[in-house]
């Protein structure tokens, strides 16, 4: 299981002194309690037992896997405020950061072969235009999880549908 990964990870990264790893794991580990909790709090309101509740509750490696893309696309973005304010070096942390946060996920698709997946879900789903933009980024995403960036899916349905 991911979390189980992660975890012996945080651990091992503690021992062997790695601060940069301990500290993006940790604050993963942070996150996905806390997704954990809120599941938990919702659980609170259908079931009234506590070990029923806490089962239910864990986090899939799929959840985990939206947490981790949560992660990433916030450190994405530090990046992009960080490079356009000068400050190389906090880009290059949160780089670090990123490649770390990769590791967990499963190995991204490229362009051209999340292009091929979006070309054959438009015509799955007979999309044309930009109205449909929204129901084929969700089949796109569905489809795709964990194994592409939001942005890229979304910049290339739109071109799709813009040049069909």
Known sequence: MLKERIQNELKESLKKGDQNKRLVLGMLMTSVKNKE???????????????????????????????????????????????????QELADKERAEIDILLTYLPEQLNEEEISKEIKSIISSLGAQGLKDMGKVISAVMTKLKGRADGTTVSRIVKESLLSD
Not at 54 to 69: R, T, Y
Request: hydrophobic share 35%.
């Open 37 to 87: 909790l809120a599941k938990r709090q919702q659980l609170s309101k259908i079931l009234s037992d506590a070990t029923d509740m806490e089962n239910q509750s864990q986090l899939s490696d799929d959840e985990i896997i939206e947490v981790i893309s949560s992660e990433l696309k916030k450190r994405k973005e530090s990046v992009e405020q960080f490079i356009a304010g000068g400050r």
